[in-house]
């Protein structure tokens, strides 16, 4: 089993910058890969942004790229969204979760990859 507990939300303006933190344990966190995904009121779920396991590779949905960026720490057992130029339209629960062998970058947006969910952290971007 993995837990996650992401971290970070709040409420910002628009144009701010926030990053969220996913953290992990019970599991070796570098045989793990991580996706984002959000969900807004009244919305499916969206994928956001995926990120391998040695972190050199990621991949981001056409809606947060050149804003958002990931990046991961094997050591302290963390995933980071580093989300910069925040919209309103990023208002949403963000979720992390994690996959293991299944893994593909190529198929990293699909929800089902991923075995391990976090309890979601609310992000607010107010104009």
């Known amino acids: 089993q993995v837990q996650l507990v992401e971290s970070g939300g709040g409420l910002v303006q628009a144009g701010d910058s926030l990053t969220l933190s996913c953290a992990a344990s019970?599991?070796?966190?570098?045989?793990?890969?991580v996706g984002w995904f959000r969900q807004a009121p009244g919305k499916e779920r969206e994928f956001v942004g995926s990120i391998n396991w040695t972190g050199a590779v990621t991949r981001y949905a056409d809606s947060v790229k050149g804003r958002f960026t990931s990046s991961r720490d094997n050591v302290r057992s963390t995933v980071y969204l580093h989300m910069n130029s925040l919209k309103p339209e990023d208002t949403a629960v963000y979720y992390c979760?994690?996959?293991?062998?299944?893994?593909?970058?190529?198929?990293?947006?699909?929800?089902?990859?991923?075995?391990?969910w976090g309890q979601g952290t609310q992000v607010t971007v107010s104009s």
């Open positions: 019970g599991r070796t966190f570098s045989n793990l890969a």
């Open positions: 979760a994690a996959a293991g062998l299944e893994y593909s970058t190529s198929t990293s947006y699909d929800p089902r990859v991923y075995d391990f």
